[in-house]
């Protein structure tokens, strides 16, 4: 696939017993598939070997990376340390389950430029869900979408796929001042980048769910309830260029 170079940027936080497939699975596509690559896993403050699980694995393989947080920040505190540390043309945002399997990538290269985030969607009628989530996590991710549409981002159908894709022009303009550390990080990125005149695609993917998930229904849900309202209110005075 004719690309530029692309910096991979994975969160992992206590990842050590499927971190090796993930970066298996990235890596051989990544060696077949672009010219150019990096992969960024970006430890956050793991408690068990997920630090020494990547670092095992860097040792035979080229281009792989570890980033270590001071401690454990949140996944929208060490996905932005990774996109920072990227030196690609373009950064891809994965999770550590590969819920996303990475050769969705191809899906998402049309529609990327260096002032673009193209976002991989499980919303659009084109999506593929080969495993669904379960019904609890179906009825909160349809709730927190109604929100954010209201709130942020209206036209969006789904903002928490693990799987994005920014230029250069949008990393460098988004992620520097981004407040949001935890799992609604992505809504920030995305109204920050619409709210810029950035070109924001939603693009449908395949993906599978992977039962051992990090988002708690009750507990994480009410904090990014509470951020997207932080976020409506730290961008109110920010509107998108007209046309």
Known sequence: MPFPSLSIVIPAYNEAERITNTLT???????????????????????????????????????????????????????????????????????????????????????????????????????????????????????????????VVPGIQDTQCGFKLFGREVVQAVFPPMQVEGFAFDVEAIARAMRLGFDVFEVPVRWVDDPRSRVSPIRDSARMFRDVLKIGWRLRGIKPPAG
Request: glycine share 8%; net charge positive.
């Open 25 to 151: 699975l990235v890596h051989g596509y990544a060696t077949q598939s672009l010219q150019s690559f990096e992969i960024l896993v970006v430890n956050d403050g793991s408690r068990d070997r997920t630090a020494d699980v990547v670092r095992e694995f860097a040792a035979g393989h080229p281009g792989v990376r570890l980033l270590e947080n001071d401690r454990n920040r949140g996944k929208g505190f060490t996905v932005r340390n990774g996109a920072l540390a990227a030196t690609g043309a373009y950064v891809l945002f994965t999770d550590a389950d590969n819920s996303t399997p990475i050769e969705e990538l191809e899906k998402l290269v049309p529609f990327a430029t260096a002032r673009s985030l193209v976002i991989a969607s499980r919303g659009l009628a084109d999506s593929r869900l080969e495993v669904p989530q379960p019904w609890y996590r179906l009825m909160m991710g349809r709730t927190f979408r109604r929100i954010v549409q209201g709130l």
